[in-house]
């Protein structure tokens, strides 16, 4: 149980961590003067060091017009530039179960919406016939509190109420952030703004 904690614990803090340019002051700031917390974010750094890292914008778009979303399937991290390139966040994600559920590409934020509610696709539908076909806002909503609708019909990058998804191929095609980390992502992110899915 201490693991999953500490990988929690190590998770949240990396958003601060890993927050440009002020990481190093920002990252005292947050664990307030641990070394223990500080040791162990150190040592999960180190074995996460290829896949989880901040990155910059240049190789994956060519402007940052409206501010842009970078959504990795494979180190399950989400990045986000602003327009003005004066903040860059580094979020942990959960992905979708599968490559057949996965959609990757170019496509835009078209619709931020607080407390969303949610009806399952009808694909969704067919593998599990047993699902409600409606559920308000609140803590039983798979969307959790925030969510970026997309371009594509039927994805969006949202929160979870379910923590334990979060680091995992667990959703069924959307990208999935901590509540805490898509209310700042949404107070971030402009309707228009670019995302890329990869």
């Known amino acids: 149980m201490s693991n999953i904690l500490n990988r929690r614990r190590f998770l949240q803090a990396s958003t601060t961590m ?3 340019p002020l990481a190093a002051p920002m990252l005292a700031q947050s664990v307030e ?3 223990e917390v500080e040791a162990e ?5 180190r074995q996460n060091i290829s896949s ?3 990155l910059d914008w240049q190789p994956y778009f060519d402007n940052l017009k409206n501010g842009a979303i970078l959504a990795d399937t494979k180190s399950r991290a989400l990045h986000f530039w602003s327009e003005d390139e004066t903040i860059y ?4 994600t959960s992905v979708p179960l599968t490559g057949d559920l ?3 590409g170019r496509t ?10 949610w009806a399952p696709t009808p694909s969704m539908r067919k593998r599990n016939p047993e699902w409600p076909s409606f559920v308000g806002p609140g803590p039983d909503n798979p969307l959790g509190t925030h969510a970026l609708y997309l371009s594509w019909q039927y994805y969006r990058i949202h929160g979870t109420h379910d923590t334990r998804k979060i680091g995992r191929r667990s959703s069924n095609g959307c990208i999935g952030l901590f509540n805490e980390h898509i209310a700042e992502l949404y107070s971030l992110t402009k309707t228009g703004a670019q995302v890329l899915l990869i």
């Open 18 to 20: 890993l927050t440009l």
């Open 33 to 35: 003067g641990s070394t």
């Open 41 to 45: 974010i150190s040592t999960v750094v």
């Open 52 to 54: 989880f890292r901040a």
């Open 89 to 92: 966040r580094l979020y942990p």
């Open 102 to 104: 996965t959609r990757l």
């Open 108 to 117: 835009r934020v078209t619709r931020k919406v607080e407390g969303p509610s």
